[in-house]
């Protein structure tokens, strides 16, 4: 090889170094990972970034994932998730081992899409109507109640469903608690579901985390 087809094919490789380092300083960096942390607050987790706290929401399908934000401290296998296009102060999406959890911060806004929730520690969340219960009964351990709305409630809670007392279920007379054996058909009751509702006929309610018996005498 000569002498100057060695300068040659140096001064390439500098034209080509140069050019690999102004393009790489042209390309945007990816922002580093943000670490969150956990605790464990009244039997959930509960995910912390800053003064922000994120609690469960709802089970959802991993391809609801968006833009990758970080991982637990604790457990880096657990990435954290944007949700779609959705604020990231008050949705995020918590994934791991093929399963995903939408969380919500304590204090965010309703979902936009309508996802209900099955967990009472999610704040400002559910619906209250009032009904007339007309039938009780008992099915594997589960105490399952038919209601009619009343025509008071809006449109959508003036006709029939169904529900199923659980052991969070609070339930209570005059802001005195009350035993489930003391609801009674042809009671007057205030109900506050904070899930989503099947589409059965009538509609079964995903979680019902309150019942309040509104008649005069608790008989």
């Known amino acids: ?26 390309l945007p960096k990816k922002p580093e990972p943000i670490i969150y ?8 987790n509960v995910i912390c970034l800053n003064e922000r706290e994120y609690v469960p929401y709802s ?3 991993p391809k609801a994932r968006g833009e990758y934000l970080g991982y637990i401290e604790e ?8 949700w779609k296009n959705y604020d990231t102060s008050d949705w995020i999406i918590s994934y791991s081992v093929g399963e995903a959890m ?17 967990y009472s520690w999610v704040k400002g969340e559910g619906d209250v109507f009032c009904a007339v219960i007309e039938d009780i009964s008992e099915y594997q351990q589960y105490t399952n109640i038919l209601v009619r709305g009343l025509e008071i409630n809006d449109i959508n809670h003036r006709g029939t469903c169904t529900f ?20 009674k ?17 009538p509609p079964h309610l995903g979680h019902v985390d309150k019942v309040i018996v509104l008649d005069d005498k608790l008989e």
């Open 1 to 26: 090889m000569t002498r100057k087809r060695i300068w040659i094919e140096i001064g390439a490789g500098l034209v080509i170094l140069t050019l690999g380092i102004l393009i790489g300083m042209q």
């Open 37 to 44: 942390t956990q605790k464990v607050e009244d039997n959930h």
């Open 59 to 61: 089970s959802i399908t």
């Open 75 to 82: 457990d880096k296998q657990e990435k954290i998730y944007a």
């Open 102 to 118: 939408l969380y919500r911060e304590k204090n965010g806004k309703k979902n936009p899409e309508g996802i209900g929730t099955g």
């Open 164 to 183: 199923s007392l659980k052991e969070d279920t609070v339930l209570e007379w005059r802001n005195v608690p009350i035993d489930k054996s003391q609801l």
């Open 185 to 201: 058909v042809g009671q007057t009751v205030s109900i506050r579901s904070v899930g989503g509702a099947s589409e059965s006929a």
